[in-house]
């Protein structure tokens, strides 16, 4: 299995970022995944995550109402649109399934 994300940035307090996530070698469509932040000094914590058909979908109290994850089975991508960005979301956005995970990708939230 293979996860590549993409899509992070430097974006200013308020503004909005898509991160994108394509995965390959395992079945899509049958796996619930997750999006995974880690900050500087701090544990990795779990964003969103979605289940395999995409109906049903969690998220951490600190982004509800600000983020929304999603998928393309027909793409094998999941998404993390986030908006309202605040500075302590910055952090390395990981794309997870199971005991896989992406290389991650930079989100920096600063004026």
């Known amino acids: 299995a293979q996860l590549v994300e993409s899509g992070g940035g430097l974006v200013q307090p308020g503004g909005s970022l898509r991160l994108s996530c394509v995965a390959s070698g395992f079945t899509f469509s049958s796996y619930r995944m997750s999006w995974y932040r880690q900050a500087p000094g701090k544990e990795r914590e779990l964003v969103a995550d979605?289940?395999?058909?995409?109906?049903?979908?969690n998220y951490a109290d600190s982004v509800k109402g600000r983020f929304i994850i999603s998928r393309d089975n027909a793409k094998n991508t999941v998404y993390l649109q986030m908006n309202s960005l605040k500075p302590e979301d910055t952090a390395v956005y990981y794309c997870n399934v199971l005991r896989t995970w992406g290389q991650g990708t930079q989100v920096t939230v600063s004026s």
């Open positions: 979605i289940s395999s058909a995409g109906g049903s979908t």
